[in-house]
């Protein structure tokens, strides 16, 4: 699985946010992780676990699960698709464009000093 | 003292950078690039043996072949006489430098037509941004008719969705109209056709259908 790559990219860019700011530590990082980003959030968690280094050694990984939303650019409505992930306007037949639920991004790092 | 600091970093930003070279590499030689994906064992390489002489009759061609382990793939296109170069990877997909690494082999006399036939499997590859043109994601029928609904990502990120072994329908259990209407609802806006490779039933319809879209590629 492509967890293991992902996990060492997303430690990588907290490593460079500690050493561009000065910092000793990454306490914790916080990734967007959209429901249709085709990224499984246990195998991304142990991936992290384990591969943990550099000032990042003893991070945190927050993971903000983003559900899917889509709009239809005919009638401007948002819909929720529910499991059956449906993609179509339910009001005027049209396909749905996918607004919200393929994020992968790290949205923010908490970086510390040394004791 | 902690301090949070706002980052707003696409995790994939590095492959899409290289994705972007890609793109601009392709676009100074002319190459349209098409993006293969699927399952292992639903027939990539026997889709691309079977439509390359088809589309070689109006284009120049060659394949990046992408596999765990061996060169079969790469000497089976070479068997109808269609230029390959074979990637090994231990990755679950291709990224964007692996394939610059192989396109880059082909300079010397480059392709009108460059395939990409990613690692076997209906997840990962969809995360990865080749720099291509065209995403294809290839199904057999035989795999089921709900895992489209299961494995969204790719089916609607493809302009086109092939299914395949559809000379198996009859032993395997499967509605083709239910498969049909599950990648319809995923993926409202994809091509979709349902084809043999190994038989050569509906084909024809594929091919033209990609050689229509590489044409409008090359225009512009």
């Given at each position: 699985?492509?967890?293991t ?19 000793a ?7 967007r992780l959209?429901?249709?980003?085709g990224?499984?959030?246990e ?5 992290f ?16 699960r ?44 908490v ?5 | 003292m902690?301090?949070?600091?706002e980052?707003e ?25 098409v993006?293969?994906?699927?399952a292992p ?19 120049s061609?060659a ?5 765990l382990?061996t060169d ?12 390959a ?12 430098r692996?394939v ?9 006399s480059v ?6 036939e ?7 590859p ?26 969204p ?28 209407a ?10 979709v ?6 038989t050569?039933?509906?084909l ?9 879209r590489i044409?409008?590629?090359?225009e512009?």
């Amino acid at each position: 699985m492509h967890e293991t790559g992902i996990a060492a990219d997303i430690l990588e860019i907290a490593n460079a946010q500690a050493a561009l700011h000065g910092k000793a530590r990454v306490a914790e990082v916080t990734v967007r992780l959209g429901d249709m980003s085709g990224v499984v959030a246990e195998a991304l968690e142990f991936a992290f676990e384990v591969l943990r280094d550099g000032a990042a050694s003893k991070a945190r990984l927050e993971l903000k699960r983003i559900p899917v939303l889509a709009r239809c650019n005919v009638c401007q409505v948002e819909t929720r698709p529910g499991a059956d992930l449906i993609l179509w306007c339910a009001t005027c037949g049209r396909p749905l464009k996918v607004i919200e639920g393929e994020e992968l991004t790290v949205e923010s790092v908490v970086l510390e000093d040394d004791e | 003292m902690a301090e949070r600091i706002e980052v707003e970093a696409p995790v994939l930003r590095k492959n899409d950078e290289y994705a972007a070279g890609n793109r601009q590499w392709f676009a100074e030689r002319g190459i349209a690039v098409v993006n293969i994906m699927s399952a292992p064992g639903a027939g990539k390489t026997t889709l691309l043996e079977k439509s390359l002489p088809l589309i070689g009759e109006r284009y120049s061609c060659a394949v990046i072949e992408g596999d765990l382990q061996t060169d079969l793939d790469a000497e089976r296109i070479r068997k109808v006489g269609v230029r390959a170069h074979q990637i090994n990877t231990t990755c679950c997909h291709l990224d964007a430098r692996m394939v610059m690494g192989a396109a880059e082999t082909f300079e010397a006399s480059v392709p009108e037509v460059l395939f990409i036939e990613n690692i076997g499997n209906l997840v990962c590859p969809a995360s990865y941004d080749l720099g291509e043109h065209l995403k294809v994601t290839l199904f057999s029928v035989v795999e089921g008719a709900d895992k489209p609904k299961k494995y969204p990502k790719m089916f609607r990120m493809s302009d086109c969705v092939v299914l395949n072994k559809a000379d198996l329908l009859p032993y395997s259990g499967v509605a083709l109209d239910e498969l049909l209407a599950n990648v319809h609802d995923v993926s409202p806006e994809s091509a979709v056709f349902t084809v043999s490779a190994r038989t050569g039933e509906g084909l024809r319809e594929w091919v033209d259908w990609l050689a229509g879209r590489i044409t409008r590629i090359r225009e512009r």
